[in-house]
């Protein structure tokens, strides 16, 4: 079974600044792997698919990338509305997401 | 634009049964290649898919609530449904329905997300 691991759980970065946020699978999920973004009261929004694709109006400064079992997703410059909880999710087989990272102001 | 409307009671007894509904709006549920999958979110916590259908009828679910769990589809009214036996406390969540493409595309479209109680 196919675990699903993000780090760190809480990321504190200030408006400006880059995030790095960091998802491990147990084992190769190719390139099947998506990012969300979510905000409280609000459903998950999908960022990031194919690793590395950015969905529909998806800022470019949002980007992901890796392979197999190591994935990055990386927001270059902090906007107010990005701080949020992230989650990576496989979809290689049966859709497992992970824990989520909190991203939270400095 | 695609659009998912979940309904059903927000309060459900323990050992009962859990039915939503799913409305799909804005296309059509038999679109070829999609699958109409279900996820659910207990209070302050991560995401959790529970299964998915696809407009065939054809279904499959996560492993760990698979015996209680049971999705339909109803392509005349272009919805799809679940239901969750034996309920419990760890039960209560928002549930969201969403559409994706196993193997190909993730969950790119949701609902608005119901939050179902468990309680006596």
């Known amino acids: 079974e196919i675990v699903m691991t993000q780090s760190p759980a809480t990321l504190s970065v200030s408006p400006g600044e880059r995030a790095t946020l960091s998802c491990r699978a147990s084992q190769s999920v190719s390139s099947n792997l998506a990012w969300y973004q979510q905000k409280p009261g609000q459903a998950p929004r999908l960022l990031i698919y194919g690793a590395s694709t950015r969905a529909t109006g998806i800022p470019a400064r949002f980007s992901g990338s890796g392979s197999g079992t190591e994935f990055t997703l990386t927001i270059s410059s902090l906007q107010s509305e990005d701080f949020a909880v992230y989650y990576c999710q496989q979809y290689n087989n049966w859709p497992l997401f992970g824990q989520g990272t909190r991203l939270e102001i400095k | 634009q695609l659009q998912l409307q979940e309904s059903g009671p927000g309060l459900v007894k323990p050992s009962e049964t859990l039915s939503l509904t799913c409305t799909v709006s804005?296309?059509?549920?038999?679109?070829?290649?999609?699958?109409w999958g279900w996820i659910r979110q207990p209070p302050g916590k991560g995401l959790e898919w529970i299964g998915s259908i696809y407009y065939s009828g054809s279904t499959y679910y996560n492993p760990s609530l698979k015996s209680r769990v049971t999705i339909s589809v109803d392509t005349s009214k272009n919805q799809f449904s679940l239901k969750l036996s034996s309920v419990t406390a760890a039960d209560t969540a928002v549930y969201y329905c969403?559409?994706?493409?196993?193997?190909?595309?993730?969950?790119?479209?949701w609902g608005q997300g119901t939050l179902v109680t468990v309680s006596s």
């Open positions: 969403a559409r994706h493409s196993p193997g190909q595309i993730p969950f790119q479209h």
């Open positions: 804005g296309g059509s549920i038999s679109s070829s290649s999609y699958y």
